[in-house]
């Protein structure tokens, strides 16, 4: 089964960047759809992004289009979630997820037997 380790996070100012990774490891990433939720205190697990196990769609959250790009390196076994215009309500949890040869949009909905990672806090300041 793949492993993921997610690393990135951090406090940055409303309008800054960052850009979160997730390392897979102990099965070939390429395998693998990927995808990213995020938790505030207090509030579900919300979707944020996803890409498929080929690289070649991805899907959004509402709340974070145009503002974060979804992307990976497959020799790299990672993937990156690159964060613009942060706002005050982005700042959560985030966790990265993997499910076996799955393409992009489903992975909008969690399923009982996806992969997560433990998570990068993500702080933005007003």
């Known amino acids: 089964q793949v492993q993921l380790g997610e690393s990135g996070g951090g406090l940055v100012q409303a309008g800054g960047s960052l850009r979160l990774s997730c390392a897979a490891s102990?099965?070939?990433?390429?395998?693998?759809?990927m995808g990213w939720f995020r938790q505030a205190p207090g509030k579900g697990r919300e979707f944020v992004a996803a890409?498929?196990?080929?690289?070649?769609?991805?899907y959004y959250g509402d709340s974070v289009k145009g503002r974060f790009t979804i992307s990976r390196d497959n020799a790299k076994n990672t993937v990156y979630l690159q964060m613009n215009s942060l706002k005050p309500e982005d700042t959560a949890v985030y966790y990265c997820?993997?499910?076996?040869?799955?393409?992009?949009?489903?992975?909008?909905?969690?399923?009982?037997?996806?992969?997560w990672g433990q998570g990068t806090q993500v702080t933005v300041s007003s």
């Open positions: 890409i498929s196990f080929s690289g070649g769609t991805t």
């Open positions: 102990g099965r070939p990433a390429s395998n693998y759809g």
């Open positions: 997820t993997a499910r076996l040869f799955s393409y992009a949009q489903p992975m909008g909905v969690p399923r009982e037997s996806d992969t």
